[in-house]
């Protein structure tokens, strides 16, 4: 039922380097978010978007930045990667009708070494 | 501010036993509530939900919540558990009213069901 696709689904990656988790919804969606997961913790909403152009921080301060170029895309960029940034990330979305259910992706295991 | 909190962060069960997954929550307006399931490898589905109908709030698979706002719960239950609900599962809540909508989320609890 859910079309929102992330990718991709396990990334193992050097300190330092530059990620770019992709997210995309063929659902014609205004709203987007992205949600950090750690082990046994409850999820943290870290960015979210109501529509083009339209990026905000979530609850959960992160280094990640976002952005919402095109409505199906919200892909999350971290420039320089650290171990910190191990987490499981996962993409939302849901429509405009206020109170709308989300549809989650199967998320992106982050390893960072 | 609202927040969630799942007692129990694993619960084990026979087949064919009742599921109790407790949530309590805390809102300073009247809160929307929600299951979610997260199966292995897969992303979360919305498994029910309250807001501000019915009290008792039936979802899929046979799960079922009764919000009960003297004690400011959301339980989940389960009549009789099947292989198939092992899984974890969240319960979150949001504001209720206005267009924003954000979810907190509780920790999850890890249903385990034994053959």
């Known amino acids: 039922e859910a079309d929102i696709y992330q990718t991709p689904r396990y990334l193992v990656i050097g300190t330092g380097k530059k990620i770019t988790l992709e997210c995309s919804q063929t659902m014609g969606h205004d709203k987007m978010y992205w949600y950090q997961q750690d082990p046994g913790m409850e999820l943290h909403l870290i960015h979210y978007s109501y529509g083009v152009n339209s990026t905000e921080k979530g609850d959960l301060s992160s280094e990640s930045t976002v952005s919402r170029i095109r409505t199906e895309h919200f892909p999350l960029t971290l420039e320089s990667a650290r171990p910190s940034h191990t987490s499981q990330y996962l993409c939302a979305s849901s429509g405009s009708g206020g109170r709308e259910k989300l549809f989650f992706g199967s998320g992106t295991q982050l390893s960072v070494l | 501010a609202q927040s969630v909190t799942q007692l129990g962060s694993h619960v084990s069960v026979s087949e064919g ?84 909508y954000k979810l907190t989320f509780g920790k999850g609890t890890l249903l385990t069901v034994n053959p």
């Open chain 2, 17 to 100: 036993a009742l599921v109790l997954l407790r949530c309590n929550y805390s809102s300073s307006v009247p809160p929307y509530l929600f299951w979610y399931v997260q199966y292995p490898n897969q992303g979360l589905q919305l498994l029910l939900k309250y807001t501000s109908a019915a009290t008792l709030v039936k979802g899929i698979n046979g799960f079922e919540a009764e919000f009960k706002k003297s004690e400011t719960s959301f339980h989940l239950t389960k009549p009789s558990a099947h292989m198939s609900d092992a899984a974890e599962y969240f319960c979150a809540v949001s504001k209720g009213g206005g267009s924003n």
